[in-house]
Every structure is written in structure tokens, then in C-alpha cells.
């Protein structure tokens, strides 16, 4: 693994955020309840299979059980319809037309209005747009371009997928932007349309994700008339293979002739190795990155963290601290939104940075499938 680079910032600030949140919303109870009469069912039509050892027999769940082992209460969701059914699993979304937006699309257009309202920009300062989340509902045309073109930007657009990194490694390529001159003011976006990929017939992992679509607006620091706003100091990422955290689902399936929708198509994990192996890789992260601006942990006053599991970003703070710090310090937002992939750490940021006083540092930081980390050093202007 490859130490990467951190460079000094030439001056780039966010000076805006935005949050566009569904109005549905799918409780610990409710998705328990369908869960467990799913998997009574399943065990009693192949209760022969199961006894004779040909099947595994499905395990029932509790709302205690998610909730203490993700820290999760609740999730929103783009359409409850479907989800609850026991005889599908699985959201349901009326497929539109070529001619219309597309739901993430949708979605990318509300979370940016948000952002521009917030940063003061309209679609004339805005030369690029970078659409970086965990899944897209197409290959092409780009996301990112769609969005483009809702917006009435000029200039140009493109996706990128990194998993639960995509929002770090989105405002990365921003301020990459940014800092060469191809790029005045960025509009980087996270729609994590993620409900369709999640396996609801599965108990470990049924309840981690929600939808959400978050923005940032990041430009360079003579251009910003934002009243809340944040220099950015470093940029730091880091990536290890792993298959621990997979989704196989892609266009090859039409010419491998499998199931395009088995289970090793949605989200799966081992989820105790992951929390064992991305944890420590997170922490020494962080605290490389602090070391290099000559910044202690202990003087940092916010930690935006990824928003996947409440036990993991304890640990990481742990481990980097030596200690457990004041909630204020590390907001979760994962009880009422679980796990939103990539955009989390956004929508802790955007609810919880408007107290911090001028000069105080704080640290966005992802950690995620590839494995995957990345982190901006900010400081409040």
C-alpha cells in the first residue's frame, strides 16, 4: 500500500451544503416485523430442506438486536412501497421514461439547490459537476450530466463510483479542479439512491441503508460570500483491495448467464472483519494526515466521520484519541438516517458545523468497500 501524497491548500474553501431528505421513513419495528413473518414463512415452506440439512434455516431479528449492533433506529427510504411486502422484498419504482429525469437525477437536483442556496451561487458560477456515489442507475449518459443540464450549468460533468468513499474522493477530484485552474466553482453530489441493492431477505444486512442525496459547493477562496465556510488545509486517500464489502451486479451477467439478481448481486459484507480491518486503517489515517499539518488529534473540535456503524467511528476515535470524546465532537446522524453509503459524514457535517468559531479545525473522514479511505482537513474561516 502506497503512502499518498498530502498538498497544501492554494487557497480552496466549501462554502456551501445541502441535504434533500425523503419523506418516507421505515422504523427498526416495521422492517422487523416484515423480516421475521418473510423468514417464518421461507422456514415453513421448505421446513423438509431445512431439516434435512439442504437449506439453512432463516434467523429471526429484533429491533434490539439492530440497534445494538449498528446504533441504527430508523432509515429513510425514496419509496416505502415494496420493502414491507413479504412476498417481494424489495422497494418498488415505476420506471420512467427516456425522456424524463431520472430518480437520481431528481434526487441530484434537490440536494444541489440546497447547496447553491446555502453558498450563494446560482448556475452561472458553477463550471463542474462531479456525481459521486456508491451506485448510479446507468452507465450513460452521465448522472452528472443530466444534472448539468437540469441546472442550466455550463461547463462539464462526470460520475464516479467509490463506494462509501465517493463523497470524500468527489470533493478530492473538486479540489483537484480547483487547485490546476480547469474549474472556478465545483458542485460535487452524492445521491445514494441505495434501497435497490439492499437484500431484505437477509437478516445481517436488511436494516444498514437509506437514501438521502447530499452537495457540496467547493471554490476557490477569493470567490466565496458565504457567511459559514471552510478552508480546505489537505486532502488525503488511500485505497487496499478487499472483498470483504462486495456488490456483483453489472452488465457481465448477460453474458455469464447467471442470476442477475442472486444475492452475491447485492450488498454483502463480513461485517466483523471489516470493523476489525478498516478501524485501525482509518485512525492511522486520520492521524498521518493531522501529523503532516503539524496538528495534534486532540486539537481537533469536529470529527465528521462515515455514518456506517456507531461501534466502528467509537473505535476509530478510540484508537486515534486514546479515549472516548464528547458526542459534539463526533456527531452521528446514524440512528435516524442508517447507513446512507457515501453521503453520512455530509449530512453530519451539514447539521452540525454552524457552531464551530473561527480557526477551528475539523476532520470529514471515509471509510469504506474497496477498502477504500478518505479525508479533507478543514478549518472554519
Not at 77 to 101: A, C, H, Q, S
Not at 275 to 285: L, N, R, T, Y
Request: with cysteine.
Amino acid at each position: 500500500m502506497n503512502a499518498p501524497t498530502t498538498f497544501s491548500s492554494p487557497g480552496i474553501v466549501i462554502s456551501g451544503s445541502g441535504v434533500w431528505t425523503p419523506t418516507n421513513i421505515i422504523t427498526n419495528e416495521e422492517l422487523v416485523a416484515s423480516y421475521n413473518a418473510y423468514a417464518e414463512k421461507f422456514n415453513s415452506d421448505h421446513k423438509a430442506a431445512i431439516e434435512s440439512g439442504e437449506m439453512e434455516e432463516k434467523p429471526l431479528s429484533s429491533a434490539r438486536f439492530i440497534e445494538k449492533a449498528s446504533g441504527i433506529k430508523s432509515r429513510y427510504v425514496y419509496t416505502k412501497e415494496g420493502i414491507l411486502d413479504i412476498n417481494r422484498m424489495r422497494p418498488k419504482f415505476p420506471e420512467r421514461k427516456e425522456g424524463e429525469i431520472s430518480n437520481q437525477a431528481e434526487i441530484a437536483v434537490k440536494a444541489a439547490h440546497n447547496a447553491m442556496a446555502a453558498a450563494g451561487k446560482t448556475a452561472a458560477d458553477i463550471d463542474v459537476v462531479i456525481v459521486s456515489c456508491a451506485y448510479t442507475q446507468r452507465s450513460y449518459p452521465a448522472i452528472a450530466i443530466e444534472v448539468q443540464n437540469a441546472l442550466g450549468i455550463e461547463g462539464f460533468g462526470f460520475d464516479m463510483l467509490v463506494a462509501c468513499s465517493a463523497a470524500t474522493f468527489g470533493l478530492h477530484r473538486a479540489y483537484d479542479c480547483l487547485a490546476s485552474g480547469s474549474a472556478k466553482c465545483v458542485l460535487s453530489i452524492n445521491p445514494e439512491l441505495v434501497t435497490p441493492q439492499v437484500n431484505y431477505c437477509d437478516r445481517d444486512s436488511h436494516f444498514i441503508f437509506g437514501d438521502v442525496s447530499t452537495a457540496i459547493i467547493m471554490e476557490r477562496a477569493e470567490t466565496c460570500t458565504s457567511a459559514n465556510s471552510y478552508e480546505v488545509l489537505s486532502t488525503k486517500a488511500l485505497t487496499k483491495f478487499s472483498n470483504s464489502i462486495r456488490s456483483n451486479f453489472g452488465y457481465m451477467s448477460r453474458a455469464t448467464d447467471v442470476d442477475p439478481y442472486g444475492w452475491d448481486k447485492l450488498f454483502h459484507q463480513a461485517g466483523r472483519k471489516v470493523f476489525e480491518e478498516v478501524s485501525p486503517i482509518a485512525a492511522a489515517h486520520i492521524a498521518n494526515q493531522l501529523a503532516s499539518l503539524d496538528i495534534k488529534p486532540a486539537d481537533v473540535q469536529r470529527y465528521w466521520l462515515h455514518q456506517a456503524n456507531i461501534h466502528m467511528n467509537k473505535m476509530v476515535i478510540k484508537q486515534l484519541l486514546g479515549k472516548n470524546v464528547p458526542a459534539e465532537a463526533t456527531p452521528t446522524i446514524i440512528d435516524r438516517y442508517a447507513n446512507t453509503a457515501s453521503a453520512g459524514l455530509i449530512i453530519a457535517f451539514h447539521l452540525h458545523n454552524d457552531d464551530l468559531k473561527k480557526g477551528d479545525i475539523g476532520v470529514i473522514c471515509s471509510f469504506g468497500a474497496g477498502y477504500s479511505v478518505g479525508s479533507l482537513v478543514l478549518q472554519k474561516r
